[in-house]
């Protein structure tokens, strides 16, 4: 069974940083893609940033190029480093992991089979 465990959420001001990990332990070896998702209250789940097994990695274009997001596979870890937060940026973080290789299906969280359980990013004065 594959876990994903996210951690590095908190509250940050305008301008801040974060770093954001995700954990993936279990039958790792079956995992290709790996994304980073977010939702705020009231809103739907949408896409930040996927990893294709390739290397390849897209944005959303909210991120404009202030988030990064990459992966250590030694470490079965997938990272999101976020500067210049904007208080819109406030929403519970998850991590999502897929076996599949479609660059197109990057940024589409239907496409992915494994979730972790979030964790929460405010952006506040």
């Known amino acids: 069974e594959m876990r994903l465990v996210e951690s590095g959420g908190g509250l940050v001001q305008p301008g801040g940083s974060l770093r954001l990990s995700c954990a993936a332990s279990?039958?790792?070896?079956?995992?290709?893609?790996m994304g980073w998702f977010r939702q705020a209250p009231g809103k739907e789940r949408e896409g930040v940033a996927g990893?294709?097994?390739?290397?390849?990695?897209k944005y959303a274009d909210f991120v404009e190029g202030r988030f990064t997001a990459f992966r250590d596979r030694a470490k079965s870890t997938l990272y999101l480093v976020m500067n210049n937060l904007r208080p819109e940026d406030t929403a519970m973080y998850y991590c999502a992991a897929g076996s599949w290789y479609d660059t197109t299906w990057l940024l589409a969280h239907a496409k992915y089979t494994y979730w972790g359980q979030g964790t929460q990013v405010t952006v506040s004065s």
């Open positions: 990893i294709a097994p390739s290397g390849i990695t």
């Open positions: 279990g039958i790792t070896g079956s995992v290709a893609s």
